[in-house]
């Protein structure tokens, strides 16, 4: 297959000048107060179909998981190689910083220490300097029936906080079900889900493992998963961009 626009590095640009275009305070209060908030349309449907289109394609690829063999639900998904798609590697290179500043402001609300650097070499450095080298952006294919329990993706011990999924398919034409669903466990309290709507070309950020929430007596953690719920008909693609490297 040949790639023209997402391998090109007008493309990557544009991706750029998507991603500079949103209302980023807006989005770090959406993230801020439920765990994730919704780009609209950072992707164009061309751009989605040649993203879908590389998964049969094992040489973009360094290994393929099948999700019931681990228990993780059923479905499967493909790990990006390096050197990443431009496209894809852009929107991770020019979403870190933004969600950077996001996942700094959490960590010093929750009395966490660490802060994470303000671009995304340097964190990618940090991780291969702990033996974390692995690419972790990804490709995940649904049929009928299947589903993605819910999970947290860390991959080793330097796991950045926030992460950000794209649906490639539209739905009511491509599938029907296979809704996003984020759940918050706050303690000594029930789950809270957040059931994500996104159409073809939209992107969620969400919290990977906890974000802080504002108590009476100062902020606490909450622990969240991710997940999908059954796909009912058709064929979903969703690309996942996690900015740490994984062991």
């Known amino acids: 297959m040949t790639i023209h626009s997402i391998g090109s590095k007008a493309a990557v640009r544009s991706a750029e000048a998507r991603v500079a275009g949103y209302d980023w305070q807006a989005l770090a209060e959406e993230m801020s107060g439920y765990g994730c908030a919704v ?18 394609d094992e040489s973009h690829f360094r290994s393929r998981v099948h999700m019931a063999r681990h228990g993780f639900g059923k479905g499967e998904y493909r790990y990006f190689r390096y050197p990443l798609p431009e496209l894809i ?17 959490w960590n010093e609300r929750m009395g966490i220490a660490q802060r994470y650097p303000d671009e995304h ?77 996104l159409r073809q070309g939209d992107a969620v950020a969400f919290a990977v493992h906890n974000r802080p929430v504002q108590g009476s007596k100062g902020s606490y953690r909450v622990n969240l998963r991710h997940g999908v719920s059954r796909l009912r008909s058709g064929l979903r693609h969703t690309v996942g961009i996690i900015f740490h490297d994984a062991k």
């Not at 780009?39 to 998964?55: D, F, H, N, S, V």
């Not at 011990?157 to 398919?169: E, R, T, Y």
């Not at 984020?182 to 957040?194: D, G, I, K, N, V």
């Open 39 to 56: 780009m609209e349309k950072l992707l164009t449907p061309q751009e989605c179909r040649e993203i879908a289109g590389l998964y049969p």
């Open 89 to 105: 590697g852009g929107l991770r290179t020019a979403l870190y910083p933004r969600l950077a500043a996001v996942a700094n402001e």
């Open 121 to 197: 070499a340097a964190i990618l450095k940090q991780c291969h300097e702990q033996g974390q080298t692995r690419p972790t952006p990804l490709l995940l294919q649904y049929v009928a029936g299947d589903f993605n329990c819910l999970h947290q993706d860390l991959y080793g011990d330097l796991a950045f906080p926030l992460q950000v999924a794209i649906l490639l398919s539209e739905p009511g034409e491509d599938f029907t079900g296979g809704e996003f669903v984020l759940t918050e466990q706050r303690p000594r309290m029930q789950s809270r889900a957040e059931v994500v709507p």
